[in-house]
C-alpha cells in the first residue's frame, strides 16, 4: 500500500514506528511512541494524581471543494495512575473520554514499574479505527492520528497551574493519505 505521509509535533514525543493498514476488513494502526516524562509529571504521578493520555483517529474524506468530510472518528483514553497503598502503577485503557466513557470498551492493568505502564501506553497495536461498511474502497480518504497528555482531564488546580509550561506539553500528531485500493 502507498502512503503518503506528513508530521508535526507539539513537543518530546516521537513515533519510531507509525504504520496504517487499510484492508478488505478494516483499518487499523500500529504505532511505537517514544517520550519520557518530567519530573513534574512524574511527581504529581507519585502523589496520587492520575494523568490521562489521550489517542484519537479520524477518517477524513477529501473534498476539493469544501473543507474534508470527517466519516469515522475513534478515540482511545489511558489513564495512569499510582497507587500508594499496593506501591503498583494501574493502567485503565477505555475509549472515549469523560461521561462517555462507560459506553465503551475498558481494560485495566496492574504494573510493578512507572516503565513498565508506560511502555503499555506508548505501544498501540492494531488498532482498528474502521470497518469494512464505512469506507469506499474506491476512494482515497487521509487519517489524522493524534496522541497527548489530556490536560482537561486533570484536577483544576494543576489544570491551572500547568498553562504554559512545557513539562506537561506531549503530544504528536501524523497525517496519512489512505491510497485507493484499485491503484495499487
Known amino acids: ?13 516521537e513515533l519510531s514506528q507509525f504504520e496504517v493498514e487499510r484492508s478488505s476488513e478494516e483499518v487499523s494502526i500500529t504505532a511505537q ?5 518530567s519530573g513534574a509529571v512524574e511527581e504529581a504521578l507519585l502523589k496520587g494524581v492520575p494523568v490521562y493520555f489521550r489517542a484519537e483517529a479520524e477518517v477524513l474524506k477529501e473534498r476539493w471543494y469544501w473543507y474534508d468530510k470527517s466519516l469515522v472518528s475513534a478515540s482511545r483514553q489511558y489513564k495512569l495512575a499510582f497507587q500508594p ?11 472515549g473520554s469523560g461521561a462517555g466513557a462507560g459506553q465503551g470498551l475498558a481494560l485495566s492493568q496492574s504494573f510493578d514499574s512507572l516503565q513498565a505502564a508506560l511502555a503499555s501506553v506508548k505501544r498501540i497495536s492494531k488498532w482498528k479505527v474502521a470497518g469494512a461498511a464505512e469506507l469506499d474502497p474506491t476512494v482515497k ?22 498553562i504554559g509550561h512545557t513539562d506537561w506539553d506531549v503530544g504528536v500528531a501524523r497525517s496519512v493519505t489512505l491510497v485507493q485500493e484499485g491503484a495499487k
Open 1 to 13: 500500500m502507498a502512503l503518503c505521509t506528513s508530521a508535526w509535533a507539539q513537543t518530546p514525543v
Open 33 to 37: 511512541l517514544q517520550f519520557e516524562l
Open 85 to 95: 497503598l499496593t506501591r503498583r502503577w494501574r493502567l485503565s485503557i477505555g475509549t
Open 141 to 162: 480518504y487521509r487519517l489524522d492520528f493524534r496522541f497527548q497528555l489530556d490536560l482537561s482531564q486533570l484536577p483544576r488546580p494543576f489544570q491551572i497551574g500547568v
